[in-house]
Structures are given as C-alpha cells and as structure tokens.
C-alpha cells in the first residue's frame, strides 16, 4: 500500500459553508448583503490505513460527520497525535512498522491520548486477537471487510461528546 499521508483540508481547517446575511446600521435602515464563511465545528477523526484506496474510501464516507486526517502508517499517525488530539482514531492492526496494537499501547500510555476511543479494523477474526485488542486498550474491533455504513455507524456513537450531543449524521 502506499504510505503518503494526506488530508483533504490543511491541518487546523474544516470545510466551510457559505452563508448570507443581512447587516443593519444603526439607524435601523438594512444595509447591503454580505457574505459571511462560517465553519462548521466536526470532530477530528484520525484514519490510520496504509492502504492508501481503504484510508480514502473511508476519509470520503465520513468527512461529512468528521474533519478527517490520514496516516499511512504507525509512525505517522504518532506524529499527528502529538500535533492534534482527535475525537477518534480508526486503526488496521496490520501497519508497516508500529503497527496498530503499538500505537494504541503508546496513546493509552500519553495523557493527552489516552481517552481517546479506538476502532480497530481487523482481517483476523477470533477470540485470541480480539482480547489482545482490548488489552492494549482498543475500544471496538469491527472485521475487515468493513462496510462504510458499519464504520460510520461505530464511529459516530464513539465519538459523541461528554456533553451528550451526537455527531451530525
């Protein structure tokens, strides 16, 4: 697979969506028309995949619940965690290097990262993987293959704020 990472918006921006609005003046007469871009609050989702066509497939599904940041590999999704805490990370266990059960083992280790929820995606199925997922700290183990609408599903629950609101569908 390929090990480029890549996000669809620069780091620290959400796409945005144009709005109207109509200013007053203080004499109470409208003024003219004006333009404003307000951007949408997403959580930041984390998508860890080193096959580049999987992490794009699942960034297209759900970069309309969540602003969405890729890694190809171990290595490079520690590097965007000391960058950015996400909201969630989505993780295959078999990466290139750290591969999944180290980079849940170093989050759940880093106070800034260790609440963080992790789906795991995995093409092993069985008990015995499976508890080794959640020993290390894993939050859900979904199978490979995954539907998108079982991801979606899986992530937006996990990723609902202590507040109680869910993630916009």
């Known amino acids: 697979g390929s090990r480029e990472s890549s996000s669809r918006w620069a780091p620290g921006w959400s796409k945005g969506s144009v709005r109207s609005a109509r200013i007053s003046s203080c004499d109470g007469s409208e003024g003219m028309s004006r333009r404003m871009t307000t951007v949408e609050a997403r959580p930041l989702l984390l998508i860890v995949e080193d096959y580049a066509d ?7 599904f759900l970069g309309d619940s969540f602003e969405v940041v890729m890694a190809g590999n171990g290595q490079e999704a520690l ?35 260790r609440r963080v929820p992790v789906i795991c995606l995995s093409g092993h199925g069985g008990q015995a993987h499976e508890k080794r997922a959640r020993e290390v700290g894993c939050t859900r183990v979904l199978e490979k293959p995954c539907l998108p609408e079982a991801l979606a599903h899986a992530a937006r629950e996990l990723a609902r704020p202590a507040s109680g609101g869910g993630v916009r569908q």
């Open 54 to 60: 999987t992490r794009e497939m699942y960034a297209e």
């Open 79 to 113: 590097a965007l965690l000391q960058a950015r805490v996400p909201a969630l990370v989505i993780t295959d266990f078999a990466l290139p290097g750290i591969d999944g059960f180290e980079l849940i083992r170093q989050m759940r280790v880093n106070a800034s990262t």
